[in-house]
């Protein structure tokens, strides 16, 4: 379990310090222009949720939310007035971008979000809530789970205040994960899967109060949207510790309720764990591929219509379902015959595929397309079949294919050699 290292200073230098420690020179920066002009103005100024847990956590935060106890738009306007750059507005939500001039972030970041403080209702349980403008404390009250309701202050005298008014810092210390109150996964069920994000993402516990809470509030999930749902699957998927999350989902039959054919176990998990070889921005894409594709295309159009996924995302899935459930039949074939098969998946499915192969003869053929033979091409081109005579037509791309073929099953193995063969072929 990461316990932070400390708590947070009370001095004010101490706290300035460990917030300068924390930002990169330019982000600090960039919250010292914000902090001055609110507190010109006379706005309090948070930073506010991950960032703030992170930061006690020890663990490198980069996003940041800005909350400020007022108009967040006046406070935009003010620093566009003083510093230049553009805003762009959300007045219903009381939120406002700030595009920042070159002056203020030459390399850095190109925007910043400046949120209104807020108070939130929910018309019925699993809508979009009702938004009224509200007081740091109604900003707090109305987030899932009490380690992210810490903030600090920004503005003036204030800089690296902690504000801790829901008992954030104890649970962050104990280890904790904690709705606020009875229906917090009601009024937004993303949070079942959040919470399961955060306690195997930092190795917490679920307060066993929340965790009681959670059998009652499973039919809630049916109410999520597809785009809703998938995104927290999604987010799932992207965390190093994704395939832990996912039993821990199915143990709580969130998993289930999202949809029955979502199941885990012990080999999938093995599998999912392989997406950690991608880079990071292939992760969420391979996540999926790895943990779907043993299931039967009819399965996955189960899924595909409870999650609707992108249309990429959905041709890749299905191709690495079909590509593994005949992953045998290239056991015992010439290289010829499995790549033209091979040359028709999406790329990344093949490479999900032979991700997800611990070893054998498949693998091996798998490996072989990855690495050379997808690469192999003859010597000749339609060019120079132009300039034996040939008419331009359906042949060319015939006499192309035997040419490579013969190179891939080692019948040419020379320049000499594919000239021959072509003569005889034309
Ligand atoms: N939040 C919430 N309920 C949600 C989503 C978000 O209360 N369903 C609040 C939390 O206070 C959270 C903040 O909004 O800290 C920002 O949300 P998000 O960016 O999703 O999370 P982070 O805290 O930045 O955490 P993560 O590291 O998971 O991105």
């Given at each position: 379990m990461s316990i932070p290292s400390s708590s947070w200073p009370a001095e004010s230098g101490a706290r300035a310090k460990r917030l300068a420690d924390a930002l990169s020179p330019t982000s600090l920066s960039l919250l010292q222009v914000v902090a001055d002009e609110a507190a010109r103005r006379g706005l309090p100024l948070y930073l506010v949720g991950g960032?703030?847990?992170?930061?006690?956590?020890?663990?490198?935060?980069?996003?940041?939310?800005?909350?400020?106890?007022?108009?967040?738009?006046?406070?935009?306007?003010?620093?566009?007035?003083?510093h230049g750059g553009d805003t762009i507005l959300h007045n219903r939500f009381g939120t406002a971008q700030w595009l920042l001039p070159d002056t203020i972030s030459p390399t850095g970041h190109s925007s910043l979000d400046l949120i209104s403080a807020r108070s939130?209702?929910?018309?019925?349980?699993?809508?979009?809530?009702?938004?009224?403008?509200?007081?740091l404390a109604d900003d707090l009250r109305r987030r899932d789970f009490t380690v992210n309701t810490l903030a600090l202050?920004?503005?003036?005298?204030?800089?690296?205040?902690?504000?801790?008014?829901?008992?954030?810092?104890?649970?962050?210390?104990?280890?904790?994960?904690?709705?606020?109150?009875?229906?917090?996964?009601?009024?937004?069920?993303t949070r079942l899967f959040r919470l399961v994000r955060y306690e195997k993402r930092y190795d917490f516990e679920v307060a066993p109060e929340t965790l009681a809470l959670i059998p009652e509030s499973l039919p809630w999930?049916?109410?999520?949207?597809?785009?809703?749902?998938?995104?927290?699957?999604?987010?799932?998927?992207?965390?190093?510790?994704?395939?832990?999350?996912?039993?821990?989902?199915?143990?709580?039959?969130?998993?289930?309720?999202?949809?029955?054919?979502?199941?885990?176990?012990?080999?999938?998990?093995?599998?999912?764990?392989?997406?950690?070889q991608v880079l990071p921005g292939e992760r969420r894409a391979f996540g999926w591929m790895l943990w779907l594709m043993h299931l039967s295309r009819p399965a996955l159009k189960e899924i595909e219509s409870r999650l609707h996924f992108h249309a990429n995302l959905r041709d890749a899935l299905f191709a690495a379902s079909r590509l593994y459930s005949s992953r045998d039949s290239f056991i015992g074939k010439k290289p010829g015959q499995y790549v033209a098969v091979l040359d028709d998946f999406p790329l990344d499915s093949v490479r999900?595929?032979?991700?997800?192969?611990?070893?054998?003869?498949?693998?091996?053929?798998?490996?072989?397309?990855?690495?050379?033979?997808?690469?192999?091409?003859?010597?000749?081109?339609?060019?120079?079949?132009?300039?034996?005579?040939?008419?331009?037509?359906?042949?060319?791309?015939?006499?192309?294919?035997?040419?490579?073929?013969?190179?891939?099953?080692?019948?040419?193995?020379?320049?000499?050699?594919?000239?021959?063969l072509l003569e005889k072929l034309v």
């Open positions: 960032f703030v847990r992170d930061l006690l956590l020890g663990r490198p935060a980069t996003d940041f939310d800005l909350v400020v106890e007022g108009d967040a738009t006046a406070l935009a306007r003010a620093l566009v007035a003083r939130e209702t929910y018309k019925h349980p699993s809508a979009l809530p009702t938004v009224r403008p509200g007081s202050r920004l503005d003036g005298e204030y800089f690296g205040e902690l504000r801790d008014d829901l008992g954030g810092l104890d649970d962050l210390q104990r280890g904790l994960v904690r709705v606020l109150h009875q229906r917090s996964f009601e009024d937004d069920p999930i049916k109410k999520l949207s597809a785009e809703r749902l998938r995104h927290e699957l999604d987010l799932i998927l992207e965390e190093d510790n994704a395939a832990a999350m996912l039993k821990r989902l199915a143990e709580l039959k969130i998993l289930a309720e999202a949809h029955p054919a979502l199941a885990v176990n012990l080999s999938i998990r093995r599998r999912v764990e392989k997406a950690m999900a595929v032979y991700l997800a192969m611990l070893r054998g003869e498949a693998r091996r053929t798998l490996h072989n397309y990855l690495e050379t033979w997808r690469h192999v091409k003859p010597k000749t081109t339609g060019h120079t079949l132009k300039k034996l005579g040939l008419e331009p037509g359906p042949r060319y791309q015939r006499i192309l294919h035997l040419l490579r073929d013969a190179w891939l099953d080692g019948e040419v193995t020379s320049e000499e050699e594919e000239k021959r």
